[in-house]
């Protein structure tokens, strides 16, 4: 390899791996949003659970209150009509009891109902806790690997920024010129090199197979575009 393409490459490798390791950088707070979704979308299937677990139970106390109410209503009503004497009287005092006990036995069945209603939510509501628990330690871990994932990429980037300067020193002014103007083409991905060698004949980067003279230019070690997507070739 022609020292201004090992020069060249050197230098590329660190401006790659910044591109890489900013990109990565990048995505974290997508990637902490979505850890962040899941779990606010377990804390919300648990509220529910909460809200219909509650509700159920108010539903029976209320059921409950109701038909204490009745009975207490109904004890009042059987001692006034204990010294009833005519016929009349009595028959619509026993109508009226019978429409006391339809009621309670209405009350009873609907309590019934509710009390299973109840107990089912009661286990949807244990069974959403413990997937909210998980799903609160699933995204601490997350949030956690996120951060030491962060970490150790800018301190790699701090590293590789430290090295650079030297290694841009290093390259020749119209080398590296020419260099910068390559990478900050809109066709070129930042990390993707733009420097690439020659392989089989053909251009590293698009594939494209070189003209004879293009090649017999690369191999005496000339600073040579390809000519189909601009890259600098360079010989192995
Ligand atoms: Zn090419």
């Avoid at 019978?98 to 109840?118: H, I, P, S, T």
């Avoid at 990429?153 to 650079?164: G, K, S, T």
């Avoid at 030297?166 to 733009?194: F, G």
Wanted: charged fraction near 30%; include cysteine.
């Amino acid at each position: 390899m022609q020292e201004w393409a090992a020069q060249l490459t050197a230098l590329q490798q660190i401006d790659v791996n910044l591109a890489k390791l900013q990109g990565q950088v990048a995505q974290i707070p997508e990637r902490m949003k979505h850890a962040e979704a899941l779990f606010a979308e377990e804390a919300a299937a648990f509220r529910a659970a909460k809200e219909a677990a509650q509700n159920a139970q108010k539903t029976q106390m209320r059921l409950e209150a109701e038909a204490g109410g009745l009975v207490a209503k109904r004890r009042s009503f059987q001692q006034k009509t204990a010294t009833i004497k005519r016929n009349d009287e009595y028959q619509a005092a026993l109508e009226q009891l019978r429409q006391f006990e339809a009621e309670l036995k209405r009350l009873d069945d609907e309590q019934l109902v509710w009390m299973e209603r109840a107990e089912a939510a009661q286990g949807t509501l244990a069974q959403k806790a413990k997937a909210l628990a998980l799903a609160e330690k699933r995204a601490a871990e997350v949030r956690g690997d996120l951060k030491q994932f962060e970490e150790n990429c800018r301190r790699q980037i701090a590293e590789l920024e430290a090295r650079r300067p030297e290694a841009a020193a290093a390259v020749p002014e119209a080398l590296l010129r020419l260099y910068t103007r390559l990478r900050a083409n809109r066709n070129y991905r930042a990390d993707q090199p733009c420097v690439v060698p020659l392989l089989g004949g053909a251009c590293g980067r698009c594939h494209t197979v070189q003209p004879p003279q293009t090649r017999q230019q690369v191999v005496r070690g000339e600073q040579v575009a390809c000519e189909s997507c601009g890259a600098l070739l360079y010989q192995e």
